[in-house]
């Protein structure tokens, strides 16, 4: 059974960091793994990706404040978020690809202007 576990979420003040973490089991994604997030009211959106060969996406607005990473020996991938803002509040979703997507449950991330 495929299985991914996301934790780090939680409350910050504005210009605070956090760390996301997402342990995939049951299988190894070979394509890419990532971070999307929804705020309230609005459409999930893409944060950040990174292919197992490494090639790395983000999103404009998180550009040269988050930093994805991923350890594949551990099949796991990383968020460290810097200089957080209000409007980074959202449930962040990872997400690992292989052929299917799969999906973790979400963890809130709340940052406090």
């Known amino acids: 059974q495929v299985q991914l576990v996301e934790s780090g979420g939680g409350l910050v003040q504005a210009g605070g960091s956090l760390r996301l973490s997402c342990a995939a089991s049951?299988?190894?994604?070979?394509?890419?793994m990532g971070w999307y997030r929804q705020a309230p009211g609005k459409q999930r959106e893409l944060v950040a990706s990174?292919?197992?060969?490494?090639?790395?996406n983000y999103a404009d607005s998180v550009k040269g404040r988050f930093t994805i990473s991923r350890d594949n020996t551990k099949n796991t991938v990383y968020l460290q978020m810097k200089n957080l803002k209000p409007e980074d509040t959202a449930v962040y979703y990872c997400?690992?690809?292989?052929?299917?997507?799969?999906w973790g449950q979400g963890t809130q991330v709340t940052v406090s202007s």
């Open positions: 997400y690992g690809s292989a052929g299917y997507v799969a």
């Open positions: 990174i292919t197992s060969g490494g090639r790395i």
């Open positions: 049951g299988s190894i994604f070979t394509i890419a």
